[in-house]
């Protein structure tokens, strides 16, 4: 919601201004600060790179803690080892549509120089190119990072929702599809100022993306995602599973492996513990799960010389699963 107000000037369109005037006025105070920086960091990025320049926090006490924060979390910025930041691609984009960039007639006429000059290299082919992008800097007569950027920042892509360039290898080699192709329909679609609705758009792929970090960790305990992948289930379905440093894990969205936080976490007396000498000097101890969370946290069998220590074993199992142990050998 934030994201929406900042890039809004609130004149536009009558339920984004609705929107603000609800907003309390520190949250319009932070959003107008998120503008003012991404503005900013625009203006001095200007037709250099946007990686080639650098934000200190120092530099810009004008910038509160909280915008860092947010543009951080949106993936707008991000933090070089120095400590100082760049903007992202995407932050490139952001800014450009929040600053009204694509209002400005000298961004336009770029705009259709540099997408013209993409559409040249396909017309007529069966299959994408690959052009040097200081192949595209020459036949365009634009400065690199302008051209840099607008690839870096996905620009077609995050304005209109198709395919645009794309890196083989990022700055120096530029993917164009053979689908990229702009009707001059098209071209004033994605030139028209319509902003509010590609912002949604935006904002939409923002949410996205700030949900699909909190996916990469444990709802229980925050823990990081280890594993994740697909798996073939039988000829006709695949699967996917999630596995988390906790224990905690996921397929095809149901839970199969509890987290030690996990309210439902089994006690130990919720295993029978089954246990046979197999020869003389070996036992096996085989926790049988007595409840249905128990048996969602894959406690193996343990052997031992006598049954006691099979037994142990297992318990020893037992409470390193539940994170009470960190070693699972201690006192085997
Ligand atoms: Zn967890």
Redesign the pocket.
């Given at each position: 919601m934030r994201f929406r107000a900042i890039l809004i000037d609130g004149t536009r369109s009558s339920s984004a201004s609705d929107k603000i005037g609800r907003m309390t006025l520190a949250q319009t105070e932070r959003s107008d600060n998120v503008a003012r920086a991404l503005k900013s960091m625009l203006d001095r990025v200007a037709d250099a790179a946007l990686d080639e320049v650098s934000f200190s926090p120092t530099a810009h006490p004008e910038v509160l803690t909280t915008t860092w924060d947010e543009l951080l979390a949106a993936e707008l910025i991000e933090r070089l080892p120095s400590g100082e930041y760049i903007l992202t691609g995407r932050g490139w984009t952001a800014a450009v549509i929040s600053a009204g960039r694509i209002n400005d007639r000298g961004f336009e006429q770029r705009i259709e120089k540099l997408f013209g000059t993409l559409k040249g290299f396909v017309k007529g082919r069966r299959d994408s190119a690959t052009v040097p992008l200081s192949e595209l800097v020459t036949q365009t007569g634009l400065p690199e990072g302008f051209v840099f950027n607008i690839i870096e920042g996905k620009y077609m892509e995050e304005l209109s929702k198709r395919r645009g360039a794309s890196w083989v290898k990022p700055g120096r080699l530029v993917l164009i599809p053979v689908a990229f192709g702009i009707q001059p329909t098209d071209l004033r679609t994605l030139l028209d100022p319509a902003v509010v609705k590609k912002m949604e758009e935006l904002e939409d792929e923002l949410g996205t993306t700030r949900g699909d970090l909190s996916r990469y960790r444990?709802p229980?305990?925050?823990?990081e995602m280890t594993a994740s992948g697909g798996y073939r289930i039988d000829e006709h379905n695949d699967g996917d599973y999630e596995q988390?440093s906790?224990?905690?894990g996921q397929r095809d969205g149901q839970v199969d492996s509890l987290?030690?936080?996990?309210p439902h976490f089994p006690k130990f007396e919720d295993f029978e513990l089954v246990t046979n000498q197999r020869e003389p000097g070996e036992w096996i101890c085989r926790p049988k799960p007595k409840t249905p969370y128990a048996q969602l946290i894959g406690l193996d069998p343990c052997s031992g010389r006598t049954k006691e220590e099979a037994e142990r074993r297992v318990k020893a199992r037992y409470l390193h699963r539940s994170g009470q142990k960190r070693n699972i050998t201690d006192r085997w």
């Open positions: 444990c229980h305990c925050n823990a988390f906790c224990g905690y987290c030690p936080k996990d």
